[in-house]
C-alpha cells in the first residue's frame, strides 16, 4: 500500500500558544509581510510556518518520486538524466556544473 504524506492542516481544534525568539532580520521580513497581507503579527507567522512546512512536504515527496523514477529506469541515457534529477533533487538545482567544452 503506497504511503502518502499528509498536507499540514489549519488547526480547527484549540490553538497553542507559542513564544519564540527570532532573528531581527527575520522579524523585520515578517512584519513587513503582515503589513503587505493585511494580517497580524501572529497571523503572519503562522502563514509563512504554514508555507514552510507545505515546501518541506513538497520537496520531500519530490525526492522520493524522483528516487522511484531512477531506481525504476532501465535505459541507460534516461537513468543518467534521472540521476542528474537525483542529485538537483537532493543538492539543489545547481548542484550539477555543465561541461562548456562539449
Not at 529506469?73 to 534529477?85: F, H, L, S, W
Amino acid at each position: 500500500m503506497p504511503t502518502r504524506t499528509k498536507a499540514p492542516r489549519t488547526p480547527k481544534g484549540k490553538a497553542v500558544r507559542q513564544s519564540v525568539t527570532i532573528p531581527a532580520p527575520l522579524a523585520a521580513a515578517v512584519r513587513r509581510t503582515a503589513q503587505e497581507r493585511h494580517l497580524t503579527l501572529s497571523g503572519a507567522l503562522v502563514s509563512l510556518a504554514e508555507r514552510g512546512v507545505r515546501a518541506e512536504l513538497d520537496a520531500k515527496e519530490n525526492l522520493k518520486t524522483t528516487y522511484k523514477r531512477f531506481m525504476d529506469e532501465q535505459e541507460p541515457a534516461r537513468k543518467n538524466e534521472a540521476g542528474k534529477d537525483l542529485v538537483r533533487a537532493v543538492f539543489g538545482k545547481d548542484a550539477i556544473a555543465e561541461d562548456t567544452i562539449l
